[in-house]
């Protein structure tokens, strides 16, 4: 910890003295640039199973002061994962890529950039039980086009000399990976490096000599003519509140009329529709009621991904659904079972939804339950929370207690 506040000190240092350079005019010039860092992949894989290396070697031209152009080579390699098989696997590419950087304020920059990609290798090819499981089975080589946006930082260690920082997102084609997942992918870099630039240094700026303004002598004051204008200043004001003071008095008066007219107008009696309640309906309503008051009203029972396994979790509210329906032989349960949209064909989620909801039914069967009064309903691939970190919600078997 104290190491690393030193360092930190260290570079805000060394920041502010590359800022606190002589001032002077900008001058367009050359850079050289190399980075190396690490590259995260979005996947279903974990953290450290989507992890690889990755680099950047750049030549820039800064042309105006805040806009840079940026040309270079980047890549090594990328990884992806198979949920069929639950294995990882990693492709190698490398890539070229053309950046505008813009210099918005301070040391910070924002870059907005393409690149070419030429896959070298591909990891898909080698899982040769999974080849089924992928839609783009590409050999190399292989040329693909992405986009890439990101923020980075320069700290000044010389008028010439920086160390970089650097975050950079890339938008990826959909067979970069092989999988076709309905979206593009992405890779999340952080570089880090060195950025050398070649002429910076421009002439002085000319120091503004210092200009003697002689005063000259006040004008003589008139004092005759400032005390006109004072009173003069007085009476407008006087008269200024007086018209404020007027209108305002006649709008509370219009104001307290509308109010008294309002307040004598007769009040209507408001008649209440007569809402008519259907059998169905009430039936519906008081299982909803009955289900509330014994504490098995909307139980949901989660699935890890690509599985229909009933996990020990939710076992007990199961066993409350079952003790219910074998007490209450009138009423039955609908099993209504989902799946993530994002991975798999709309016929596998089909079968995966049906299979979830034939577990639960299981498990309620073996409880005791009769099988006239069970339900399965499977929905398939239909997303009923959002995506990110609830996308786990998608997976899921509801109880709904039905007369």
Same mark, same amino acid.
């Given at each position: 910890m104290r190491r690393s506040l030193?360092?930190?000190?260290?570079?805000?240092?060394? $920041?502010?003295?590359?800022?606190?350079?002589?001032? $002077?005019? &900008?001058r367009p010039h050359w850079s050289l640039e190399g980075q190396a860092g690490v590259s995260y992949t979005l996947g279903e894989g974990s953290f450290t199973q989507m992890l690889s290396p990755a680099f950047s070697v750049?030549?820039?031209?800064? &042309?105006?002061?805040p806009v840079e152009l940026r040309l270079g080579v980047g890549g090594l390699s990328g990884k992806g994962y198979a949920t069929a098989l639950g294995q990882s696997y990693q492709y190698d590419y490398v890539r070229g890529q053309a950046d505008l950087i813009f210099h918005s304020f301070g040391n910070f920059y924002t870059l907005l950039g393409a690149g070419v990609l030429v896959g070298t290798s591909n990891g898909a090819q080698k899982l040769e039980a999974g080849k089924e499981s992928f839609q783009y089975p590409w050999k190399a080589p292989k040329t693909f086009a992405a986009g890439r946006f990101g923020v980075g930082y320069r700290f000044p260690v010389g008028y010439n000399l920086a160390i970089t920082a650097e975050a950079v997102y890339h938008l990826l084609p959909d067979a970069l990976n092989s999988l076709r997942n309905g979206v593009p992918g992405g890779?999340?870099?952080?570089l880090a490096g060195f950025h050398y630039s070649f002429g910076r240094k421009a002439k002085k700026a000319d120091t503004p000599r210092e200009v003697v303004v002689v005063p000259e002598d006040p004008p003589k004051r008139d004092y005759a003519a400032e005390a006109r204008a004072a009173v003069e200043a007085r009476v407008a004001a006087e008269q200024e509140r007086q018209i404020v003071e007027s209108?305002?008095?006649?709008?509370?008066?219009a104001e307290e009329e509308a109010q008294r007219v309002e307040e004598e107008k007769p009040v209507a009696k408001e008649e209440k529709p007569v809402v008519e309640v259907t059998n169905e309906q009430f039936a519906e309503a008081l299982a909803r009621a009955i289900a509330e008051a014994a504490g098995? $009203?909307?139980?949901?029972?989660y699935f890890e991904s690509n599985s229909?396994?009933?996990? $020990?979790?939710?076992?007990?509210?199961?066993?409350?659904?079952?003790t219910f329906l074998m007490e209450n032989v009138d009423y039955s349960v609908i099993l209504t079972a989902y799946c993530d949209s994002r991975y798999g064909s709309a016929e596998y989620?089909?079968?995966?939804?049906?299979?979830?909801?034939?577990?639960?039914a299981r498990f309620l069967k073996k409880a005791g339950v009769d099988a006239s009064q069970i339900l399965v309903r499977p929905a398939g691939g239909i997303d009923t929370y959002s995506k990110g970190e609830n996308v786990k919600k998608n997976r899921f078997?509801?109880?709904?207690?039905?007369k």
């Open positions: 030193v360092i930190l000190l260290s570079l805000v240092a060394f $920041s502010v003295v590359g800022q606190a350079q002589e001032a $002077s005019t &900008f750049s030549v820039g031209y800064r &042309f105006a002061e890779e999340v870099q952080v209108a305002l008095r006649v709008n509370q008066r098995i $009203s909307d139980i949901k029972v229909w396994t009933v996990q $020990s979790q939710y076992e007990p509210d199961l066993q409350k659904v079952a989620n089909k079968q995966l939804s049906e299979r979830r909801a034939n577990a639960v078997v509801v109880c709904e207690i039905v």
